[in-house]
């Protein structure tokens, strides 16, 4: 897959096209994806996504504070890219940029620059100042402009639209099973490791520290989970505690700890990926060590038995 992040040195010819955020990936998206790809071969031409960073909401500062994301930018090229898309244009996303007119955005970009042959949309995605650019406004002017204009209606599951949002919620509220069908795959997240306190060494249980590489990654609702954590393209089996270690005190900062189980090399500053398979229980505060340790003993059985049954 080609990556522009300028339209002028954009190199292909009536290509069939999507916009959007895209934030996760979803199986919504994918629907999408999927049409945008048959139309590009129908028509003999390529697939193209347009996509934008930051998210809008960071720039207008609508409610940045509480945003989460589900993809970092280098997450979605590489899902974009094992999904089979030809070329990614990602926009630069500024405020003059939000200020620009929804038509003006489809003349001079889509129909003269791109030339798009399809336009692909989602049921709710619009873009353009005030969100006019809709898929009524792309609808309306196909016939003069020469493209195909196809909505995509959303996917349902368990008499749920899936959606970022609905994702976010459900990874916010501990439905880890939800999130991952909504995704299609296990949520994940990348970072860094650490050094900690090592007081899980001193019990057995010696932990990773994470520290997330996209700062606005959305974080799973605290507890013990059942997770894959993969380093140098090998996957190992984890047991992963999200939170604040109440047991070790009342002033701790929330913490991304995973046992890696069998592990026994230093990778400290070496960056793993975390694979969020089954969340096993919340967090509990102990009144000692040793029953912490014995409860570990009990996430890790169980975390091997969900591992193996995945």
């Known amino acids: 897959m080609l990556v522009y992040t300028d339209i002028n040195e954009l190199k292909i010819t009536n290509p069939a096209v999507t916009i959007g955020f895209f934030d996760g990936l979803h199986i919504g998206h994918k629907k999408i994806i999927e049409i945008v ?61 939000a200020q620009e007119n929804a038509y003006d955005f489809l003349q001079k970009m889509l129909v003269e620059k ?45 008499g749920l639209k899936v959606s970022s949002t609905q994702i976010r919620a459900a990874l916010d509220n501990g439905n880890l099973q939800l999130a991952n069908t909504m995704l299609d795959r296990l949520y994940s997240i990348s970072g860094t490791i650490e050094g900690g306190k090592q007081i899980g060494r001193s019990i057995g249980y010696p932990t990773a520290n994470i520290k997330p590489t996209e700062p606005l990654k959305l974080i799973p609702y605290n507890g013990v989970y059942a997770v894959w954590v993969e380093y140098n393209n090998q996957k190992y089996p984890a047991m992963l505690n999200i939170g604040m270690r109440p047991t070790l005190g009342n002033s701790l900062k929330l913490t991304i700890e995973a046992h890696i189980i069998g592990f026994k090399s230093n990778i400290y500053d070496q960056q793993i990926r975390v694979y969020f398979v089954e969340r096993i229980r919340d967090e509990i505060q102990f009144p000692s060590l040793n029953s912490l340790k014995a409860q570990l003993a009990l996430d890790k059985i169980k975390a091997l038995t969900i591992l193996e049954n995945e």
């Not at 993809?71 to 990602?90: H, N, Q, R, V, Y």
């Not at 016939?143 to 349902?156: L, N, Q, R």
């Open 37 to 97: 790809k048959q139309n590009a071969k129908k028509n003999k031409t390529q697939s193209l996504v347009i996509t934008f960073w930051p998210h809008p909401r960071i720039v207008l500062n609508d409610d940045s504070e509480g945003l989460r994301l589900l993809s970092s930018l280098d997450e979605k090229i590489a899902l974009f890219d094992e999904m089979g898309i030809d070329s990614m244009l990602i926009i630069n996303f500024t405020k003059d940029f």
């Open 114 to 158: 791109i030339k798009a042959s399809t336009i692909v949309m989602g049921y709710n995605h619009a873009f353009g100042y005030k969100s006019e650019g809709n898929f009524n406004l792309i609808q309306k002017h196909q016939a003069t402009f020469g493209y195909k204009a196809i909505k995509v209606d959303p996917v349902d599951i368990k």
